[in-house]
């Protein structure tokens, strides 16, 4: 948000100057993130000298050097990819790149397909004596990255939808959105979703992740009770991301009650309710597409 508000939307001698290099990483660059994107992402990331292009930047505007800075790409980003594969750069000439949305219907029978379904309701209890715990994600000081979520599959507390195998490769790059339409037993609780990569070795690699506190769902300027029983539109940012769905591999979407110690555990027990069919949908940015498996 910060970077398209100064690159689209600030004065004359801001406007259109910004530099944005994207890649996968924790706060103090200890790498934590990529022991568990595949052996080779590290030196593909290596092939971007971020502290370089740091340093040419501030060598133009500060020291008038004419090193044309300004005539590359804004916009450079690295695209993961999961199961040992090699990740790449791609770059743009703004954030989010071109992309087309791709909606992705939460079903019945634990189905995440591109069509409508019948409507039906599926749910779970968050337990606060027993949170469903943390495994890597968006962290500041705790492990960092795509770990494999697969351990936490088999939880009655955490719902886990699947598409169908993919038949050709699937990259997305841009910001994650989910809109679900929720009940509960309460005025307010916390809504988790992860976006996962699940790879045909049982692997559940997670991609990002958003979470949502119910008085919150009508925006943070002001909480609104939830009205108990009743279902809702609770919209959730995974934030952005980019990767690379390989073939033969399936997108998947974990929704739980929490995700602790990373997010404060909800105190008192609740049922979530999920209206599947047409009322829930997750919204992908999609940038390609391959077309066989054998890309």
């Known amino acids: 948000t910060a970077f398209r508000r100064w690159q689209n939307e600030a004065g004359e001698g801001a406007r259109g100057r910004q530099k944005l290099v994207m890649g996968p ?4 660059q200890t790498a934590l993130f990529l022991e568990h994107m595949g052996p ?35 916009v450079r980003y690295f695209v993961m990819k999961g199961s040992q594969s090699e990740g790449h750069w791609e770059t743009a000439d703004n954030w989010p790149p071109e992309s087309e949305s791709f909606d992705l219907r939460l079903l ?28 890597g994600g968006r962290n500041l000081f705790s492990k960092a990255g795509a770990f494999d979520q697969a351990s936490l599959a088999a939880r009655d507390d955490r719902l886990l939808f699947m598409s169908p195998q993919l038949v050709g490769s699937l990259t997305i790059a841009g910001e994650i959105t989910a809109d679900l339409s ?43 009770a939830v009205p108990a029983g009743e279902f809702t539109d609770w919209p959730v940012s995974l934030f952005s991301s980019a990767w690379r769905f390989q073939p033969g591999h399936r997108i998947g979407l974990a929704v739980a009650g929490s995700n602790a110690p990373r997010l404060a555990v909800y105190p008192e027990e609740r049922r979530f309710e999920i209206a599947v069919g047409k ?9 390609s597409r391959g077309t066989t498996a054998g890309e």
Do not use: C
């Open 25 to 28: 990483g924790d706060h103090i």
């Open 40 to 74: 080779h992402d590290n030196e593909s990331l290596g092939q971007v000298d971020v502290r370089a292009l740091a340093e040419r930047w501030f060598a133009h505007y500060l020291l008038d050097e004419d090193n044309g800075v300004d005539d590359e790409p804004a």
């Open 108 to 135: 019945n029978n634990d189905f995440l397909l591109d069509q409508d379904g019948p409507t039906a309701v599926t749910a779970f209890t968050h337990d606060p004596q027993n949170p469903v715990p943390m495994l």
């Open 182 to 224: 929720v009940a509960i037993d309460g005025d307010d609780g916390y809504l988790v979703l992860q976006l996962l990569d699940i790879a045909p070795d049982g692997t559940h690699r997670l991609i990002t992740e958003g979470s949502l506190r119910g008085q919150l769902r009508e925006g943070f300027t002001k909480a609104v």
């Open 279 to 287: 009322a829930s949908v997750l919204r992908l940015p999609v940038v």
